[in-house]
């Protein structure tokens, strides 16, 4: 049903790209969670009692790691599928997130764990301990579990007081019970060294004790989260497993990002509405590489940041960085062949009359390019033999970043 309403939409919208933009939005829960099962079976490991033993212990568990690595959407899946299989085992449990930026105190932490369960209970005159209590009262009335996900808990760790965190941390040292009816999940962007700046004794080692953590993605590893998300999303055809891959290399960590899984799904949405907007200009409806450096250029403008390094570089790396732009413009390709990059180095050296430098360096200045970030390498492209380096660009429009290349090359022999 949802497909044929998808059809009569895409007809009275006219032609597009998406077949379903929503599912790029950064609050759409996808069913796959490529390349987190580990943290997915640390998190079972750590709340088995509560189907196994319910009541027996009330679990914590913390989640840390940076911006855009799934803690959140790793928390509700799990959440969401934990608490399914329960009720088949005949145990309820219910999961309830809480974005703490929003509700740093306990009083509005426990107000929306309240709202969220549809628990009704007045909290109009109630404090905080007496809100909890109702909350625990009524849950052992119905038999019911808790699991609160605190997300962004960083910020209630910066501005509660030291009782409220106590409170929320050591729960069931404050509501003393036989049965345990809340478990919790911490979730805190950072790395664990950051984390213990954040607590006091009495708190730290209760929060880390069960530590999940969450590493930046790789490339490889956003390339599977986008391919997925892609075949939700746009219509077959339209983004091509290069363009894919581009945008995984422009943001995986071990490629020069950052690994921000939520930053990769945005550089792919905007991406998409720029092919969207030229289809009105006839043009074919397909996601292209220069709609993703487009965007990054301007979501991200490293540019700026990028001439502040050239402004450093020795003359002839910024001169192989003016080749690296050349033999992309000229070849037309999202990577060239490094000794193709190396013949345009040598005719730009005879046309300026300069000495070039030999092999070995050629391969030194490509290296540390790629070091800062400015350009970005692979070994042997798909379905060619043979282990040879590849080039490509995090950034754009070329002919730009040619101009102002030329400028700083004149300048910098003119000080010689
Ligand atoms: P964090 O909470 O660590 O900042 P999120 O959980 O919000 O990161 O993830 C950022 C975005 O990337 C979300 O849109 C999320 O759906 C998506 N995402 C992150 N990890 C995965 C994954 N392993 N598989 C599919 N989508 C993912
Ligand atoms: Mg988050």
């Known amino acids: 049903m949802d497909r044929i309403g998808e059809i009569i939409e895409s007809e009275i919208k006219g032609p597009s790209v998406f077949v379903d933009e929503s599912k790029l939005y950064p609050e759409y829960v996808p069913e796959k969670l490529p390349h987190r099962e580990e943290q997915i079976r640390q998190l079972s490991r750590l709340f088995k009692p509560l189907i196994l033993q319910p009541g027996s212990t009330s679990v914590k568990a913390l989640l840390a790691g940076p911006i855009g690595s799934g803690k959140t959407v790793t928390s509700i899946v799990f959440g969401t599928e934990f608490s399914r299989l329960a009720e088949v085992k005949g145990v309820k449990v219910k999961y309830v997130h809480i974005n703490c930026s929003k509700s740093a105190n306990p009083a509005s932490i426990f107000r929306e764990v309240k709202n969220q369960l549809g628990l009704s209970i007045p909290d109009r005159g109630l404090s905080a301990t007496e809100l909890i209590n109702s909350i625990l009262r009524m849950l052992n009335r119905d038999d019911i579990y808790v699991i609160v996900a605190l997300d962004e808990f960083d910020y209630f760790l910066k501005s509660a007081k030291p009782d409220e965190r106590y409170l929320v941390i050591r729960f069931y040292d404050v509501f003393e019970s036989y049965v345990k009816r809340l478990s919790f999940i911490y979730i805190i962007r950072g790395t664990p060294a950051y984390i213990s700046s954040l607590v006091d004794e009495m708190t730290g080692s209760y929060l880390m004790k069960n530590m999940v953590i969450f590493e930046p993605y790789k490339a490889k590893e956003l390339y599977d989260i986008l391919r997925d998300r892609v075949e939700l999303a746009f219509y ?63 979501e991200y403008p490293s540019l700026v940041n990028v001439l502040d390094t050239l402004y450093y570089l020795p003359l002839h790396e910024l001169l192989i960085f003016k080749a690296i732009a050349v033999a992309l413009l000229r070849s037309g390709e999202d990577y060239v062949p490094i000794g193709y990059v190396e013949k345009i180095y040598r005719e730009l050296c005879d046309e300026l009359r300069e000495k070039p430098r030999g092999h070995t360096k050629v391969y030194t200045y490509v290296y540390d390019l790629k070091n800062r970030g400015l350009i970005m390498t692979k070994t042997s492209l798909k379905g060619r033999r043979g282990r040879s380096t590849y080039i490509g660009f995090g950034m754009v429009p070329l002919e730009n970043l040619i101009e102002k290349l030329d400028k700083l090359i004149r300048e910098r022999r003119l000080v010689r």
């Open 236 to 298: 077959p055809g339209v983004v091509s497993d290069e363009v894919i891959e581009y945008i995984s290399q422009l943001i995986g960590v071990d490629t020069g990002g950052d690994g921000n899984a939520r930053k990769a799904l945005a550089v792919l949405h905007a991406a998409g509405k720029l092919a969207e907007k030229e289809i009105s200009e006839g043009k074919s409806a397909r996601v292209t590489i220069n709609h993703v450096r487009a965007v990054f250029m301007q």
